[in-house]
């Protein structure tokens, strides 16, 4: 009689799979990659098959690995949302939540509003991920995102909890007495740019204009590459280049002056921070009630960002 196999191992398996990564899998669940990976070998000896192909760059399901997820996942997955739904018969809501999110969206948004949340129901746990990359929050196990709305998947649920924002072009006084201001996106050609990289897909962030219904995408060059805004603001600070940033994280230095903005009229409004999670997933007390907490009625949104 082949041994019961235990339900742990086979969490593990799912962690492992979904994240695509010893590592990541092994953060996940909170234990050591060498104990995570004795426990996918025991597992594989115990059912006398091999789960898992192992290459040095990434982790991937056999044919009998993926038969495998496809059978127990589901059933998994409403083990553990059976589970959380408990917690909403208790008097006092509790749980913990998972949330990936940019760091400018989690200091002006969300972190305020776990900061209200967590005073009035203290069993409720939150933690906050920073990721400037497009995460997928059903295999890493978060239970909701917060990205800017037009980059979100079509088949998530995604509920607007911030204004519309616009990118701004800025630099410095010192950098325009030395360069001039571009008049069109087309001049840019012709400047010091700071470059954002994109950590979802490695590349450069195109700076993107519209006017009058014309759309383009300019290319820019410079010696100054980062992959945070904080950076780019600093560089641009010091007379370093031209800056493209949304114009909200800018606000302050284009008030004092230490910034000034150009190209203002190329810059329309586009969808503004959202959040989203999957649309087949048991929404907790604790997730709805993060939920109203974020959700903002829309005479407030142009006040968001105001003081």
């Given at each position: 009689m082949m041994q019961r196999t235990n339900i742990n191992d086979l969490v593990t398996f799912l962690a492992v799979v979904r994240a695509g990564s010893f590592t990541k899998a092994a953060a996940s669940?909170?234990?050591?990659?060498?104990?995570l990976s004795r426990t996918m070998r025991l597992l594989e000896e115990q059912l006398g098959i091999r789960l898992l192909t192992r290459?040095?760059?990434s982790i991937s399901a056999t044919e009998a690995g993926q038969r495998l997820l496809e059978t127990v996942g589901p059933l998994l997955d409403q083990v553990h949302a059976g589970v959380t739904a408990l917690t909403d018969?208790?008097?006092?809501?509790?749980?913990?939540?998972?949330?990936?999110t940019t760091e400018h969206a989690a200091e002006?948004?969300?972190w305020p509003a776990v900061q209200r949340l967590t005073a009035r129901y203290p069993d409720i746990g939150v933690e906050i991920v920073i990721d400037f990359g497009l995460s997928d929050i059903v295999a890493d196990r978060f239970d909701a995102g917060i990205r800017i709305g037009e980059a979100i998947e079509k088949d998530m649920i995604a509920v607007r909890i911030g204004p519309e924002m616009q990118m701004a072009v800025v630099g410095s006084a010192d950098y325009f007495a030395r360069y001039g201001q571009p008049r069109t996106p087309h001049e840019l050609v012709d400047h010091r740019c700071i470059n954002l990289r994109l950590q979802s897909s490695g590349g450069l962030y195109s700076w993107e204009f519209e006017k009058d219904g014309r759309v383009m995408n300019v290319r820019v060059d410079g010696k100054l590459?980062?992959?945070?805004?904080r950076l780019i603001i600093q560089a641009a600070l010091s007379g370093d280049g031209l800056a493209c940033i949304p114009e909200d994280q800018l606000r302050d230095y284009i008030?004092?002056?230490?910034l000034k903005r150009v190209l203002q009229s190329w810059c329309p409004a586009f969808?503004?921070?959202?959040?989203?999670?999957?649309s087949r997933k048991h929404v907790s007390s604790a997730f709805r009630l993060l939920l109203e907490e974020l959700r903002i009625p829309e005479r407030l949104f142009r006040h968001w960002f105001s003081h």
């Open positions: 669940l909170g234990v050591s990659q060498p104990a290459t040095t760059r018969l208790r008097d006092i809501p509790a749980g913990n939540l998972r949330i990936t002006t948004i969300l590459i980062f992959n945070t805004p008030a004092d002056g230490r969808p503004g921070y959202h959040l989203y999670y999957p």
